[in-house]
């Protein structure tokens, strides 16, 4: 260990060994350019796993000849598959704020809204720091050249000398201000202070990429997609597996329901065809979000008891065997949103099936656990399937609150938060669940033929507040045109 501590390397091997996939992998040197003086100064490179948080690489340069000092951190895993938006509030003269770490991927981007203050991703590059090291660093930076801008633009250093005195008022804590952290890649991170509750200052988003951040992240993206895109399929590349079967009717649940129906047994058939099976299958080309090769997409509508109808969509590519598959909602918008609540008392609910759409907040009292809308996605899984991915999520998202950095307090309260929700899948005491979907997508499946048997099981309808209007973007929306033409028609 001594003798790679010592020994430098050339930048190949630094590559080939973090490459690896070795736990205790060494320190290197390599020698590298100095930029603010020319000489040869020493980058160290170490390959480290943050527990329950991901792998990460870790460089640090120093010159010996004239004292440049600087370090990084790079991302050594996989990319996320969403994006995430981290908003904290920060309040004057609330040290606690400032001091709370950041992770910031090099694809990220920092902004202050109060201040019309953005710092782009090549600014900074990859850093673990607090929320005071980053406005530091940023102040340090623009101040740094002033005086060459004196010389030259007196008025531009004029105005960055104004602004250099809210930024480090901000740093000081002597103005309220927003902090968000905006990254496409999902790699960054604010810590949070209450969790596993949530943070009434801090604001976690996560959303779809656009074909833009793909490009920029080094995905392989259509160029037809970027800039002006358009969903519309064309007809002439659509395909349908009834084409190339028997007629319909005579497969699926329709031959199904026609053979039970001979023997006169409504009763046999509903029970039978609970969850009806796809008439028509649609299948159209798409491309593989893995490789960009060229694949088919399946995609069919089925409608599930005591819910809605809805999507299924399906994707398998022959190059590299990548598959995908989701659900999403048919029809209009619900006029309410809808809050399903289920008492888990034995084993056997745990083996409920569960639709939680990317639009629903989940909630357990017992636990005074509550996750925001959009926090794990859409998904279809059980009731043990979610609990599962909680836990899951959690330890990802605050990684550094199960790490070796966290002091012995906060350390047992988190080991006991996560055996209690460990125990919550053994069923030793009754808990509850709670699903509260703005748009009504969600969906828990009775253990009974008829729902209103299912003496566990609540479905409640609610009222939308503006707000959820808002941020759903039903507000913005004017059906005046559409109404008018139909009742032209009509």
């Known amino acids: ?59 640090a340069f120093e010159c010996p000849h004239c004292g440049e000092r600087n370090n990084e951190v790079q991302f050594a895993g996989e990319i996320q598959p969403r994006g995430c938006n981290y908003s904290l509030k920060v309040p004057s003269s609330d040290q606690k704020m400032f001091h709370r770490q950041v992770v910031k991927s090099e694809s990220a981007t920092i902004k202050i809204p109060e201040l019309d ?31 060459e801008r004196k010389k030259l633009d007196p008025q531009t250093a004029e105005a960055i000398d104004q602004f250099l005195l809210k930024l480090k008022a901000c740093a000081k804590g002597d103005s309220t201000f927003t902090f968000i952290l ?3 890649a999902g790699n960054s991170f604010i810590e949070n202070l209450y969790a596993p509750s949530p943070d009434p200052s801090l604001n976690i988003k996560f959303y779809e990429r656009t074909p833009e951040q793909q490009a920029l992240l080094g995905y392989l993206v259509d160029p037809s997609q970027q800039g002006e895109s358009s969903n519309v399929v064309p007809s002439e590349g659509l395909s349908s597996t009834s084409d190339k ?13 026609r053979a039970i129906a001979q023997s006169n047994s409504a009763e046999i058939a509903d029970a039978l065809f609970r969850y009806s099976a796809p008439e028509e299958v649609m299948t159209f080309p798409s491309t593989c979000g893995a490789c960009a090769a060229s694949c088919e997409t399946r995609m069919f509508m089925t409608r599930i008891p005591y819910f809605q109808e809805v999507i299924v969509m399906a994707s398998t590519c022959d190059a590299c065997g990548y598959r995908n598959s989701e659900l999403k909602p ?35 009292p017992e636990l005074d656990l509550e996750l925001a809308g959009g926090t794990l996605g859409g998904i279809v899984t059980t009731v043990e399937g979610l609990i599962t991915k909680i836990s ?17 307090n906060k350390r047992t309260k988190w080991q006991d938060f996560k055996a209690k929700l460990n125990k919550l899948l053994s069923v030793e005491e009754s808990w ?16 009974t033929d008829d729902i209103k048997d299912d003496h566990q099981l609540t479905f409640e309808e609610y009222e939308r507040s503006w707000e959820q209007n808002e941020e759903l973007g039903l507000n913005d929306i004017d059906t005046s045109s559409a109404d008018a033409a139909y009742n032209s028609t009509s």
């Open 1 to 59: 260990m001594e003798n790679n501590k010592e020994e430098i390397v050339d930048v190949g091997s630094v590559v080939e060994a973090v490459s690896a996939d070795d736990s205790d992998a060494p320190l290197y040197q390599v020698e590298s350019l100095c930029m603010r003086c020319g000489e040869n100064g020493v980058t160290r490179f170490l390959l480290t796993l943050i527990p329950h948080f991901r792998k990460v690489l870790l460089s």
């Open 117 to 147: 203050f953005e710092i782009p991703p090549e600014a900074q590059r990859g850093s673990l720091s607090t929320v005071e090291g980053i406005l530091v660093r940023a102040a340090d930076e623009l101040e740094a050249l002033q005086e």
């Open 182 to 184: 905006d990254d496409p």
């Open 245 to 257: 079967r028997e007629p319909r009717g005579s497969v699926g649940a329709v031959a199904g329901h």
């Open 330 to 364: 048919g029809g209009r918008i619900p006029e309410k949103g809808k809050r399903i609540t289920l008492f888990v008392k034995n084993i056997n609910d745990l083996s409920r099936d569960l639709i939680k759409s990317d639009t629903a907040g989940v909630k357990i």
């Open 392 to 408: 899951e999520s959690l330890e990802r998202v605050h990684g550094f609150s199960f790490g070796d950095s966290l002091d012995e």
């Open 432 to 447: 509850t669940l709670i699903l509260h979907d703005a748009l009504a997508n969600s969906f828990i499946a009775p253990v």
